[in-house]
C-alpha cells in the first residue's frame, strides 16, 4: 500500500508511520516529492489490519491499497475458469448457456410441474422456484417453505432438470441442501456472512446473487467467504443495482458481466427479471446479457401470471419464454457459445 | 389504488380489470379522461395481493397505490411519539437527546472500561460496543462474540451506562438479549427478515439502522416486522446511504430525520460515524442531526484510534468527545431539547 | 391526474380542490375510499401549471400524474420508428446498425486521416471526433476548436464518413453545423435548454447524450425541447449513468434502449467507450448494446491510445475495432439487423 | 501519482514507464513488493497530461494520483476563509450567517416586492428570485427575462436587499451582472464550461451550486473554472444529489458543508428548498445546514405559495420563513455564530 502524508508532515510523523509497519512487519520505502512525501510499504502480512491503524497516525492524510482484497476468487490465483458441474451434463461456465427457469414463487405443484415441462422443452436446464420467500412487507406472500421444497423435487424428477431455490437462514443448510442443487442467496443477503461462512461448509453450489447497493469488490468479497471455508462452487448472479431511475426497479449493470470475466475465474450469470421488474424488458436484457458473455440466465416463468402471488409483472408466459430461447440461440451462436433445445439434446446434436 | 389503463383499452379490458376488483373485495369507480381511463379501487383489503396480478392485465398500464404499504408504525395509527424507556431514566424519544457512545468493536475490558467511564463522565447515557462484528472481508476482525457481551455488561455495572450492541443471527437473540439494553440490528441485515419476526417476539428495544440502500418506506417496513409480531419497542437510526460521492464512505441522509418524524411515531437517531467514516466530519454531522430533529446519536469513541481493531479512523478520542457534547448540548438547548451532562445530572440540573 | 387528500381533509378543503381544477379547465370525479379521499381530474389543458399549485391547497397529499410528460417524442403520438437520413444510404433508426468511431479529441490531421480511414475499412459510416471538449479540470485539453472541424471535413473527403462532433454552445450552431453532419449535445449539456432550443430551430441531425444522473424521463424531455422547436432529427445515445460502482467510471444502463424503444419513436444507439471508461470492456457492452436492440454505436478509436491527449484509457486501436465490428456482424445477424463492412458494401452484398 | 504494474510486468514495461515519466518531465522511484512493482511518479508538471498515457502502457494496473486535481479553491494554497463582500456591511463566509431568500420566479412586481418586504424584516440580507428558468418541460414556465431582472432592481431599491438571480447562458453575462449583486450557476449548468470561464473574467460573485450528480471534487473543479480565469469571489451552494431514495426530490448532503470547508477556503452555503422539494422538512434542513458550518441559506419564500408559477411545493410562506429565522438564530448563537435580524441591525445589537 501507500501512505501519502500531509503537506506540513515533520521528520517526526514520518518514522512514527515507518515504527508502525515495521511493528506490521511491512517495509517502508520514502519517496520525496515535490510537495508531500508518500511511503511505499512492502510486505507478506495481511494488510486490513494495519490500514485503519495507520489513517489514525498524525499527518498521514490517507492510505491507497495496492492491491485488491480478494485472494481466493481472483483470476490472478487461478487463471481457468472454473466450471460447476451439476451433473448429467449440466455445467455452468463452459461453452453452454445455461438458463434456469421458472415461477418466482413455488405456489402449487401443477403450476410448477406444468411450467417445469414447458421450460424443459423449451430448453432450460435448471428450474428455478422459491420456497423461502423474502419479502419486503410483512404481509405479502412468505413462501411455502418445506412443502414447497418437496414440489420442486417432484418437479425435478419429472422434468430431469437440475432446481435451484433460495435459502435465507443459515439454520436451513441441511434442510435446503437435502432438496436443491444449487442453494441461491439472495441480494438481500449477500452480506449475510453467517450464512455465507456455513454454504462455505458444505460442497452443494451457490448462486450468490449481487446486493442492490454492492459494489463489485464486495460481491466478490462475499464470495470470498464462501471459498475461504472450503467450497468453490459458487456462481455469481448480477440481477441489477438500484439507481435514480424510475422506469426500472433495478438497473441491471451489464458491466458487472465482463468485470466478473477480468478479475475472478467464477462464472457469472444475469437474472432479467428482477433487474427490470418487467416482462417486456426481459428479452432485450437476456440477449445483452448473453452477448456480454454471462454464463447462464436466470429467467421468471409463469404459466399465468396475471394469477402469480409475487412479481407476476416481471414473469414471461412459456410461450414468451420459448421465443426468447429460440432468439437467445442464435445470439449464443454469434457469441462462441452454444445454447441447445430439449430436441436438440435429444438428437444428440 | 388507482389503475391506469393503456391508451387503446377497450370496454372489454376495463370490465377484465373490474372483474378481478370485484374478486378481491374492491369496488371500481371509472374515471373517463380525454385520453384515457383510470379506474379508482375502493376496499378494506390488503392491496399486496391485487395489485401484481392487476398490472399482469392486458391494457393496464400501471396501478398506482395511494396509501402507504406501512401501517403500525405509521403516523395516522399511532400521534403521539412513542417514548422508548430504558429504566433509570434514560427515555429514547422525549425532550432529552439520548447519545450512544462507545468502541465499533469491544476488544478488551480494560479498554472499554477506560472509554465508558470517560462518555458517561461526559453525559453519554449508553454504552455502545460491538461483540459480533459482520465484516466485508473474512480476513478482518470478527469481534470476541460472548466474551465481549460480558465484558459489557461489567462495563455496565461499573458506569450505570445502559447497553446497546449489534445482533447478527435469528438464534442469538436469546444469548445477546440477555445481556444488553438495546439490540441492534445492523445496515446489511435491515432486511434480514427471519431476524427481524425473531426481535418482534421479544420485547427488548431494537435499534434498526437503516440499509446501505433501502429507501425510507423499505426501513420503515421492517420496522413494521418487527411491530407486526408484538414489539413496539423499535427505534430507527439513520446511517448514511451509498451514493455516488467518494469524499465521504457513505451519504447521511439528514432528510431522513425529519421525514420519520413526519410518518411514524417511532423515535429516530443519527450515526455519524459510520454514515462518513471520518472523524472529522463527526461533530458537524452531531450538530447537525441534532439540529434535525433526532432523538439521538450513536458516537463512536475510542481511547486509542490509531490502534483500534476496526474503524479506527471514524472514532472520535474521549476528549473530542467530551468537547462534542458540550457543543451539542448548546444546539439541543437552541432546538428546544435537552442534553444533560453526568455532573448536571449528579447535581439535578 | 390523480390528487389524494390526506386523512383529515375536510369537504371544504375538497370544495378549493375542485374550485382550482374548475379554474384550470379540468373536471373533478370524486372517489370516496374506505380511509381516503382521491379525486380524479379530467381535462384537455397543460398540467404542468396546475399541479404545484394543487400541491399547496390545504389538506392534499399529493398529485399523481397519469400521462407522461412528454409529447412529440412519445411512441402514442407516432407509431413509425423515426428514420434519420444523413444521405449517401446512411440511415440511422433502420435495420442496419451504423456505427460512429473516431478519437475522443481530434488533435491532429495524419492521426485523424489514419483513423478515419481504418474504421471505414471495417464498416463504421460515420466518423466521430471532438473539436470541442468540455474538461472537468480547466488545465486539460480543451480541444482545436474550428480548426479541429475543419480536419474532420477534410477526413470526410478523404474517407466518405459522415461526421459527428460535439457543440457546446447555442452560438456555435451556425459555425459547428457548417461542418458536421450529425451535432452532439453531450452529457453535461442535455439539460443546457438554450442550447436544445438553438438546435431545434435547425434541421441538422442531434445526438443527444443522456445526463451522467438524468432519469429517461428527463432524457426525453430534452429531445421534447429539440422536437418542440421543429426538428424532429434526434438520435438518443445512452452513455452511462452515475452510481456507486468504482470498477466502471459509468454504469452502462442498457435497460434504457429497450425503454427508449417502447416509449419512443426515436432511434437510440450507445456508447460503450465513455460508459465504462475502459477499453478491456468495450467489445462486451457493444455487443449487449446491439443485442439489447440499439441502432448504432459511437465507439472510441485512436491510432496510438498511449499518446491520446484525453481518454486514452478507453480508446480501441484500429486493430481492436476491426475486431470488433467483425463480432458485432454476427450479433448484429443473430437479432434480425444488419451491419455492412467496407468491402460488402462495395460489392453491394 | 503513484503507477502500479501488473503482476508480470517485465523490465522492459517499467522502461517503458520510467521513459514515459522523463519525457514529461517527471523522475522515477521504483518500489518492489513481494508481489508487484509500484512507481512513485516525482515532478511539478501538470499531471493531467501524463496519467491517460501512462495508462495504456503494457502492464501498467492502474495510476493513483496522489495529489487532489484544484488548486486556487484549495485550502491548502490559501489557509484563511475567503469573505464575500457584497457593500453595506453584508459579507458571505464571516461570523454572520446570511440568509438569501424569495421565490422560485420573478412572476410580478407587487408579490415580489411583498416578499422582499418581508423576507427582508425578518431578517434575509439577500433576495433570490429567477428571472431567467430552466425548466425540465418546454411547456412550463421560463421566467420574464429582463423584464424580472428590472423587477428585481426595483426591490432592491426598495428594500436594501442585494439581489441574487441566475444566469443560464454565457452571452448572458454582461446583462444579468448590470443588474444582480451575485450570479447564480444552477445545478444543470455547473459543468457548462463556457459559462464559467466568462464569469471568472468578470469580478461579480458568483453562487455556483452543486450539479445533481457532482462529487465534491468536480464541484470544486467548477469552482477552479472561475478562479483560474482570475475571479476569486465564489460561493458555492449544496443544493442536494440525486439519490435512489423517493420521498424527497433530490437529497441534502450535509456533510459537504464540513468537506467544503476543510478542503477550500471557499464559502458554502445550502439551499433547503431544492434539495428536498418539499416546505415541510425546509426548517429542519435549514437548521441542520446551520448546525453543520453553512455560511449561509439560500430559501424559497412566496407570499402565496399555492398560485406559484414553479417549485410552490417547496415555498414557505413570509409568516413561516419569520418563525424558521427566529429558530435559526438560535441554532446560530449555539453554533458561534450571528443572525442578525432587521430590528436588531437597526438598533445596532
Request: proline fraction near 5%; aromatic fraction near 4%.
Amino acid at each position: 500500500m501507500v501512505i501519502v502524508m500531509k503537506l506540513d508532515a515533520t521528520e517526526k510523523d514520518i518514522a512514527k508511520v515507518e515504527e508502525k509497519l515495521a511493528e506490521h512487519g511491512f517495509r517502508a520505502h520514502l519517496i520525496r516529492g515535490v510537495e508531500r512525501i508518500v511511503i511505499g510499504a512492502v510486505g507478506e502480512k495481511k494488510r486490513e489490519v494495519v490500514i485503519d491503524s495507520l489513517e489514525m497516525l498524525p499527518q498521514v492524510e490517507k492510505v491507497v491499497p495496492i492491491m485488491s482484497p480478494y485472494k481466493l476468487v481472483s483470476h490472478t490465483v487461478k487463471r481457468e475458469k472454473t466450471l460447476i458441474d451439476l451433473g448429467d451434463g449440466v455445467v455452468v461456465g463452459g461453452k453452454e448457456i445455461v438458463v434456469m427457469a421458472g415461477p418466482c414463487a413455488v405456489e402449487n405443484e401443477e403450476n410448477l410441474c406444468e411450467v417445469a415441462e414447458k421450460v424443459a422443452t423449451a430448453g432450460a436446464k435448471v428450474l428455478r422456484g422459491g420456497a423461502f420467500k423474502p419479502r419486503t412487507s410483512p404481509y405479502s406472500f412468505q413462501g411455502l417453505e418445506e412443502k414447497g421444497l418437496e414440489m420442486m423435487a417432484r418437479a425435478r424428477e419429472r422434468t430431469g432438470l437440475k432446481i435451484v431455490t433460495e435459502i435465507i437462514n443459515a439454520q436451513d443448510v441441511p434442510l435446503v441442501s437435502a432438496y436443491a442443487d444449487i442453494l441461491q442467496v439472495g441480494a438481500r443477503n449477500m452480506q449475510n456472512f453467517t450464512l455465507l461462512k456455513e454454504l462455505g461448509k458444505q460442497n452443494r453450489p451457490v448462486l450468490l446473487k449481487r446486493g442492490l447497493s454492492a459494489t463489485i469488490e464486495e460481491w466478490l468479497m462475499a464470495a470470498e467467504y464462501i471459498l475461504s471455508e472450503g467450497n468453490y462452487n459458487v456462481i455469481l448472479c448480477e440481477r441489477g443495482i438500484r439507481t435514480f431511475e424510475q422506469y426500472t426497479r433495478n438497473t441491471l449493470d451489464v458491466s458487472a458481466i465482463p468485470l466478473v470475466n477480468i478479475y475472478s475465474h467464477l462464472p457469472v450469470i444475469a437474472d432479467p427479471s428482477h433487474s427490470s421488474g418487467e416482462r417486456r424488458l426481459v428479452p432485450a436484457l437476456s440477449r445483452a446479457a448473453v452477448a456480454a458473455g454471462a454464463d447462464g440466465l436466470l429467467v421468471e416463468v409463469h404459466p399465468y401470471p396475471e394469477k402469480a402471488l409475487c412479481d407476476g409483472p416481471q414473469s414471461l408466459t412459456p410461450q414468451d419464454f420459448s421465443l426468447l430461447m429460440a432468439d437467445l440461440r442464435k445470439v449464443a451462436l454469434a457469441c462462441g457459445r452454444t445454447l441447445t433445445t430439449a430436441d436438440e439434446s435429444a438428437e444428440g446434436v
